[in-house]
């Protein structure tokens, strides 16, 4: 698949932001439980508020430049009943809505902050969930449908949030507030453990074939059509919207180093900063500078290894 | 109604008067809204084709068969494209169960396109939405025509009749004839889409009788190659 930046960054942004949320919520809960957030720990609150804003809304803003027509991009909350892409649009817009009434509660000091928490927590979790499952309901994209990808993009929005929420308690210097140490090592243990089982379970997986795509058997009795089919020719003399958009062809070797690379930003790098360096501003600043490059990376190899099964009929023998 | 085309992968000559005569009928028809060229006398002449025809070879010679294979929509019973798209631009029509695109509420986001398995959408890069196969639902119930031409424009060019149109919700239709007869096939079955459009395979041929070829001498180079593979099996 064509790996279109513009949603690339889309989903590492918004899933950010939304991660952030999630422990922002997490956080106001323990404030709440203490009595109350204490005078040092407001401005982590207010900072964290507007950079899980910026992020989700930046995100959603890219992921309009993708459309081909988004003057039609309102009527895509028409379809919530069946298309995962609806069930997005609906749980984005609930999510901005629900973010800028937690955030009126919070500043307030409203009695019901813990209850638009939960709210804006679950919806955060959904609209997670929504965008992976965009991808993980395709039946054409082999690599897709499976339950690794939303697990890794709930994962992602987690760490991405997490490390960035850890940042931000840092640099302002909070005294209280959730301490997130431990939590982020034991994700980033089972995000490089969910990767791993991904790209060891498509190393060598053949879903579909040309000849099963043309319904030709590798034997039959003399006479029958049979063996293994290659292509003469596609039929077009140009480029045509199906070789642009699925005719995406990443070198196997190419494909090697950038996944070590992408194991090494999102998971490997950010453990041993954690475990070794001191939980200071600067060090989580890098730690979150090689995530979301690890974070990018692992996108873009997610569309730039996807095979559609329409490339069994451009020639290819196998998806 | 099922509404649909057989199509003979045994008759098809590949000479895509098919898909030409669907540029002819529907490049400028207003009721799909378009099949544009972007620039069809320029040095890349890209553009949306509902119907495309690609070329395969299945086996080895003697016994090799040419394959030629135009792919349209297939109008499936589970059309995933229709379940994703999220504007409710794609619908599936309950009456003869067209599968059609409405451009007034495409945003172009290529979703379906993404869920489609046979390739058979293609987003029209001049307006920005989806382009697809109607099954020329422009002509087929037109009564201004006469009843012979009430088909699809791609059925009707057909030098080798390899193309048929009908409905296959008719047990006794021609189409339905057709596919029970000669074992038509749906492309990609195992995917669950339930394609409409029926492939009829090639019929068996006869046999060319080959001569058998005579065995290979045996040389001396081959000899004490098979000892020093008794030896070293030892």
Not at chain 2, 52 to 67: I, K
Request: positive net charge; glycine residues 8%; aromatic residues 8%.
């Amino acid at each position: 698949m064509k790996p279109a930046l513009s949603v690339i960054f889309f989903t590492v942004s918004s899933g950010a932001g939304l991660g952030l949320a999630i422990w922002l919520v997490l956080a106001q809960w323990g404030w709440a439980a203490a009595g109350g957030v204490p005078t040092a720990d407001q401005p982590l609150l207010t900072v964290a508020g507007i950079v899980s804003l910026v992020l989700v809304i930046a995100g959603l803003l890219s992921s309009t430049q993708h459309l081909a027509n988004p003057r039609n991009a309102w009527r895509s909350l028409a379809r919530v009943r069946t298309s995962w892409l609806s069930r997005e649009a609906l749980c984005a817009l609930l999510w901005l809505a629900l973010a800028v009434l937690h955030g009126v509660l919070s500043q307030q000091g409203s009695s019901l902050v813990p209850w638009s928490g939960a709210l804006l927590l679950g919806v955060s979790v959904a609209t997670v969930v929504c965008t992976a499952m965009i991808y993980a309901c395709l039946r054409t994209v082999p690599r897709w449908r499976t339950w690794h990808t939303p697990v890794i993009y709930l994962l992602h929005a987690l760490l991405a949030g997490g490390l960035l929420w850890a940042l931000l308690r840092a640099a302002t210097g909070a005294a209280g507030g959730l301490s997130n140490g431990g939590l982020l090592l034991s994700l980033l243990a089972l995000t490089l453990t969910v990767t791993l089982l991904y790209e060891a379970k498509f190393s060598h997986r053949v879903t579909a074939t040309l000849n099963e795509a043309l319904g030709v058997p590798m034997q039959a009795p003399a006479g029958q059509v049979q063996g293994r089919v290659r292509l003469l020719d596609t039929g077009h003399a140009h480029r045509t919207f199906l070789t642009q958009e699925f005719g995406f062809v990443l070198a196997r070797e190419q494909a090697r180093r950038l996944r070590s690379l992408m194991v090494l930003l999102t998971t490997v790098l950010p453990i041993l900063l954690l475990l070794l360096a001191p939980p200071i501003a600067p060090v989580l600043a890098v730690a979150c500078v090689l995530f979301l490059a690890g974070a990018l990376v692992q996108r873009w190899l997610f569309f730039a290894q996807a095979e559609h099964v329409v490339r069994l009929y451009h020639g290819q023998s196998r998806v | 109604m099922k509404l649909g085309l057989a199509i003979d992968i045994d008759a098809c000559v590949g000479c895509h008067a098919c898909a030409t005569a669907c540029k002819e009928w529907n490049g400028e028809s207003l009721m799909a809204g378009g099949a544009p060229d972007y620039d069809p006398q320029g040095p890349v002449p890209a553009g949306v084709w509902f119907n495309r025809v690609r070329h395969f070879e299945a086996g080895d010679y003697p016994d090799n068969r040419t394959l030629n294979v135009p792919m349209s929509c297939m109008h499936c019973e589970q059309a995933e494209c229709v379940t994703v798209c999220p504007t409710g631009a794609s619908y599936k029509r309950a009456e003869d169960g067209i599968v059609l695109i409405d451009p007034e509420k495409c945003m172009g986001c290529n979703y379906c396109a993404w869920a489609c398995p046979y390739g058979a959408r293609e987003l029209d890069e001049q307006q920005g939405v989806m382009r697809k196969c109607t099954l020329c639902v422009d002509r087929i119930y037109d009564t201004a025509l006469p009843e012979a031409e009430r088909q699809p424009a791609c059925v009707l060019a057909c030098p080798s009749h390899a193309r048929h149109f009908g409905d296959y919700d008719n047990p006794a239709s021609h189409v339905s004839v057709l596919a029970r007869e000669r074992q038509g096939q749906s492309l990609l079955a195992s995917l669950g889409y339930k394609p409409v459009n029926q492939y009829l395979p090639p019929r068996a041929q006869a046999q060319i009788p080959q001569p058998k070829a005579p065995p290979a001498p045996d040389t001396l180079k081959k000899r004490l190659a098979s000892m020093v593979n008794t030896l070293i099996r030892l």
